[in-house]
């Protein structure tokens, strides 16, 4: 079994919203899936799903951003998941908002959602999508630029992207970090 854990923040407020990305690739992976019902554990909610012939558990943390490390951990030893069989989808501000980039270790880059994960997890080697929300404006604070939403000139270009986020995690599942890493970095 592999986990996607998809970051965000919970609240009809925060949808939409440039750091909710992972959660709303998690919705594209879901609806290609043939929409698995949700249900409520490990400190948020959770699909079981299946990508390629892969039994896949979804994740969304609803412990707010920041300590989403709490969720993942408890999905993860419950499922006595692999850190190697866990992709974490977080946005990223700097890169640009066509733009996904997978690597299967590394800092966190100054991401508080994962880097909550990567310390309880207690390794950087931990598969991580970041999705390009970016750049950030010039004189904008960076929480009020990721906590804002995508304008409307935005949403064509964010749309293909979080398609093309979920083909990245559907070639990560089915044929692994490097292919993934080829094909979509």
Same mark, same amino acid.
């Given at each position: 079994?592999?986990?996607?854990?998809?970051?965000?923040?919970?609240?009809?407020?925060?949808?939409?919203?440039?750091?909710?990305?992972? $959660?709303?690739?998690?919705?594209?992976? !879901?609806?290609?899936? @043939?929409?698995?019902?949700?249900? !409520?554990? &490990?400190? @948020?909610? $959770? !699909?079981?799903?299946?990508?390629?012939?892969?039994?896949?558990?979804?994740?969304?943390?609803?412990?707010?951003?920041?300590?989403?490390?709490?969720?993942?951990?408890?999905?993860?030893? $419950?499922?006595?998941?692999?850190?190697?069989?866990?992709?974490?989808?977080?946005?990223? &501000?700097?890169?640009?908002?066509?733009?996904?980039?997978?690597?299967?270790?590394?800092?966190?880059?100054?991401?508080?959602?994962?880097?909550?994960?990567?310390?309880?997890?207690?390794?950087?080697?931990?598969?991580?999508?970041?999705?390009?929300?970016?750049?950030?404006?010039? @004189?904008?604070?960076?929480?009020?630029?990721?906590?804002?939403?995508?304008?409307?000139?935005?949403?064509?270009?964010?749309?293909?992207?979080?398609?093309?986020?979920?083909?990245?995690?559907?070639?990560?599942?089915?044929?692994?970090?490097?292919?993934?890493?080829?094909? $979509?970095?």
């Amino acid at each position: 079994m592999k986990l996607v854990a998809g970051l965000g923040n919970p609240g009809r407020a925060y949808d939409g919203t440039r750091h909710n990305v992972g $959660f709303d690739v998690l919705e594209v992976l !879901a609806r290609r899936a @043939g929409g698995p019902g949700r249900r !409520a554990r &490990f400190q @948020g909610e $959770f !699909a079981q799903a299946t990508i390629r012939g892969v039994p896949v558990l979804l994740l969304w943390p609803l412990t707010w951003m920041n300590l989403s490390g709490a969720s993942v951990l408890a999905a993860k030893d $419950f499922y006595k998941i692999d850190t190697a069989d866990i992709l974490v989808l977080c946005d990223d &501000f700097q890169l640009p908002t066509d733009t996904v980039r997978i690597r299967g270790s590394g800092s966190s880059g100054g991401q508080k959602g994962l880097a909550d994960i990567l310390a309880r997890l207690g390794t950087n080697a931990v598969p991580r999508l970041r999705i390009g929300v970016g750049p950030l404006p010039a @004189g904008w604070a960076s929480a009020d630029f990721v906590l804002g939403k995508f304008s409307k000139d935005e949403r064509a270009t964010v749309a293909t992207l979080l398609e093309r986020a979920a083909d990245a995690v559907e070639e990560w599942v089915g044929a692994g970090i490097e292919s993934a890493m080829n094909r $979509f970095n």
